[in-house]
């Protein structure tokens, strides 16, 4: 069975620093693997996909990678900003296509100190 | 505005009185899922659905039933409601071909069962 692990929990870092956020998963068998953010009181919004046969995706300030073989995923935020503070999910997908099983990790509340 | 929409937002029910979650989308989405966020255990996938009358399992069904009459629609049927139900609720909706994966997502119904 997938597990999608999300650590550290929670991170606080000052505005403007470049952070890193991490996604491990047991099983590299997977269709893609996707980021989301989200808000206090609110759903979720997809921010990255990465196929499993792509490397990375990057997309304004966020750029995210993929290592199938080592079961990894990073988030990397450039120049943070307040705007950034939210908690970050990472989800996997199996491999078959058409399956609609989504599989999250307990996500990274990130904090961004003025 | 493309969009998912739950109802209620917020419900404080009794132990066994039946209650129904809508969820509708006007993307006209093929896919659509249900799952319950809980502290330390994060999202977890009920029931998901391929496409009209076409329903599966997730990875917590148990309690739970959802019906797909119309693609527009996914209620989720909560028969006898139990206090360890107590949770945040989200839809989910989606189109996907081998190349996009964008899921949208309601913004939450929040469940107390006393």
């Known amino acids: 069975k997938q597990e999608v692990t999300q650590i550290p929990a929670a991170l606080s870092v000052p505005e403007g620093e470049n952070l890193v956020l991490n996604c491990s998963f047991t099983?590299?068998?997977?269709?893609?693997l996707q980021w989301f953010r989200q808000d206090p009181g609110k759903g979720l919004t997809s921010l990255l996909l990465i196929q499993s046969s792509q490397r990375e995706q990057t997309s304004g300030r966020l750029n995210a990678s993929l290592d199938k073989s080592s079961g990894r995923s990073t988030l990397y935020i450039a120049a943070s900003q307040p705007g950034d503070s939210a908690t970050y999910l990472c989800?996997?997908?199996?491999?078959?296509?058409?399956?609609?099983?989504?599989?999250f990790g307990t996500g990274t509340r990130l904090t961004i100190i003025p | 505005e493309a969009q998912v929409t739950q109802n209620p937002r917020y419900l404080i029910t009794v132990t066994g009185k039946k209650l129904t979650v809508t969820c509708s989308q006007n993307?006209?989405?093929?896919?659509m899922s249900w799952y319950r966020q809980d502290p330390g255990l994060g999202l977890r996938q009920i029931y998901y659905?391929?496409?009209?009358?076409?329903?599966d399992k997730g990875d917590v069904p148990e309690g739970y039933k959802v019906s797909r009459k119309e693609k527009r629609n996914f209620p989720l049927i909560l028969e006898s409601p139990s206090p360890n139900q107590t949770s945040l609720y989200f839809c989910a909706s989606s189109t996907r071909d081998r190349f996009t994966d964008t899921q949208y997502f309601g913004p939450g119904t929040r469940l107390t069962v006393l």
């Open positions: 989800a996997v997908r199996p491999p078959n296509f058409g399956n609609e099983k989504l599989t």
């Open positions: 659905s391929m496409n009209v009358e076409v329903t």
């Open positions: 099983d590299s068998a997977i269709y893609n």
């Open positions: 993307m006209n989405h093929e896919y």
